[in-house]
């Protein structure tokens, strides 16, 4: 658990969930009742207490919900919400008990006498898609309905997409498949048909996109609609496969990229960034920016773009010096005569303090290396103290804007544990640092 309770603390329970890591869970209620299943997620000494979990139940929306259940329950334990209504979310907060407040592993279920059956289970009730809308959806409890291109049909669901009116003549669409979280390692199928409005009769009935992509658990095809006409797509789960992922159908409209996605995860002390483009046109580079209060901007890196491409591309970076608190990240877009556009802002809140200030012996080069990353350009001094206390090393610096590297002759120190201390105008911060004879 690492979510926020939003300011909720339920009198139900005797601790305080502002201070607390919480869990959310939207459940859809397939019939009157479910049971909340707490699960055991810890073993050996002190178990019990930490097993032991609060769950708050909620009825309404984000932001505007009211308190219909509240339970403590212990390691296997069980509780069963009454009086629900079938096909309403529930939300629910889980989070640490007063007897273990800093225990945030958890293991739940959510289980219910009537299984779920997915939106788009049948093609004669496909839900509508909007262009360049992204869904979170799944084919967890879907039947057999229906045909998909080739091979068999185990769990398919279905939606429909329209190209509007004024849909240009020769514009592509596209279909993306991403961030599947899967029971197997089997994979998603996928097929979009040419029926227009009607639901197709058999595998024979004309297809514009006919693919079974594998394990892969991201994948972009594009097809060239009609305006007026209406297309229908079918995933279906290989060999009974359930997963949940996000859809899109989205247009290829000619600008320099086409960026369908731009997500940001923090990974241990790092930040990792991905980007994907459905197309790239005169596509010089791309320049990530980042910020701490999301107006201020700095380069991070710059990485070099696909120049002309009407592929599925995908980039990534990884931010090793993220700031403490919330990093803010947008793409310069560079085309190959200068012109440039940004992406929209994302933002990872950093929980710990990210590595602003490193160093390490680079036995290849013979040098002591050290990285400092700034949000201005500033003056500084590094120094280093040995074991004994004393100052072996001192050298004023000037700094730019974002990452800063240093390389001091490692023939200077003898082995040993050494302290680097970098001071600027705003702060003072220290590293230890470890030289072996390795030259």
Known sequence: MSGSSGGLNPACTPDNEITQNVMWMAVTATTTSFTIENKKAYVGSGANNANTKDYVVYSGTCGSLTQIACYTLGGNANATVTGLTAGQVYYIMASPSSLNTTADAISVAITSTVGYTPPGNACASAPALVTNTTYTLTNAGATVNGPICSGSVENNVWYQWCAPSNWPSGQAAYVSVFNQICNSSQGLQLTVWNTNSSCPGSAASPTLVCQNPGSTTQYYYQWTPTANQCYYITIDGYAGTACQYRLTVGSLIVLPIELIRFDAKVLGNSVHLTWATASEINNHYFTLEKSKDGSRFIPLAEVPGAGNSTTLRNYAHEDPFPFSGVNYYRIR?????????????IAVNVKDKGNVF?????????????????????????????????????????MDTGRNDFKIDRKLFSAGVYVIILETEDEVMRTSLSLSDDL
């Open 333 to 345: 877009q560079t085309d190959m005569d200068g012109q440039f556009s940004y992406s929209s802002i």
């Open 358 to 398: 490193s160093a390490w012996q680079n036995t290849a080069s013979g040098s002591v290396g050290v990285i400092y990353f700034s949000t201005e350009s500033t003056i500084g001094r590094l120094r280093m103290i040995d074991i004994n206390g004393r100052q072996v090393y001192n050298m004023d610096l000037h």
